[in-house]
T-cell receptor, first 118, second 112 residues
Framework: DTGVSQNPRHKITKRGQNVTFRCDPISEHNRLYWYRQTLGQGPEFLTY????????KSRLLSDRFSAERPKGSFSTLEIQRTEQGDSAMYLC????????????????FGQGTRLTVV | GQQLNQSPQSMFIQEGEDVSMNCTSSSIFNTWLWYKQEPGEGPVLLIALYKAGELTSNGRLTAQFGITRKDSFLNISASIPSDVGIYFCAGPDSNSGYALNFGKGTSLLVTP
């Protein structure tokens, strides 16, 4: 399968612990995004990479959050000192930057990592 | 980011009925995307719209890009139980161009 893959699918952690999630995008996609989704809401943008460069961060991405994409392929999202308010579905998406065309914005999502902080 | 308003918030219909939902914004969008999300899964892209007035179909789904560029509609014909899920509209944020702004979704339940 060549879709976006996220691991783990579920994570339960105690408040104050650090957690790390992994995303493997569609192989030819050079853009990678992280979103967060809480119950009853649509996904909210967190951060964006083009290749290995992190080009944009949302105000939602507090100092406790860090994302990397070291070789321009897979990405990790780490949350330090987790809080109960961090409980959410964390979604990764990827897209292909074309030289021209609006299709740049077509993002394909993984199945998400459900984080529960207790 | 720009706010997207989806209506209705939820729909409960019988199998075979047609469904219509819409998405509006106070801002202009150059692209409209419609996604479907099933419980415990990520959103799946259904239809992408790029031009004002454009009408695009994907099987039983049809979506239109409003001529004002501030709205979009999604219709599902002859609904079936596997249409159950939450339907989201999304459009690129004008400030970033890369981030997508999503509505809160329309939840669809279909009874056999």
């Amino acid at each position: 399968d060549t879709g976006v893959s996220q691991n783990p699918r579920h994570k339960i952690t105690k408040r104050g612990q650090n957690v790390t999630f992994r995303c493997d995008p569609i192989s030819e996609h050079n853009r990678l995004y992280w979103y967060r989704q809480t119950l009853g809401q649509g996904p909210e943008f967190l951060t964006y990479f083009q290749n290995e460069a992190q080009l944009e961060k949302s105000r939602l991405l507090s100092d406790r959050f860090s994302a990397e994409r070291p070789k321009g392929s897979f990405s990790t999202l780490e949350i330090q000192r987790t809080e109960q308010g961090d409980s959410a579905m964390y979604l990764c998406a990827s897209s292909l930057k074309l030289a021209e065309g609006p299709q740049n914005t077509e993002a394909f999502f993984g199945q998400g990592t459900r984080l529960t902080v207790v | 980011g720009q706010q997207l308003n989806q209506s209705p918030q939820s729909m409960f219909i019988q199998e075979g009925e047609d469904v219509s939902m819409n998405c509006t914004s106070s801002s202009i969008f150059n692209t409209w995307l419609w996604y479907k999300q099933e419980p415990g899964e990520g959103p799946v892209l259904l239809i992408a719209l790029y031009k004002a007035g454009e009408l695009t179909s994907n099987g039983r789904l049809t979506a239109q890009f409003g001529i004002t560029r501030k709205d979009s509609f999604l219709n599902i014909s002859a609904s079936i139980p596997s249409d159950v899920g939450i339907y989201f509209c999304a459009g690129p944020d004008s400030n970033s161009g890369y981030a997508l702004n999503f509505g809160k979704g329309t939840s669809l339940l279909v009874t056999p």
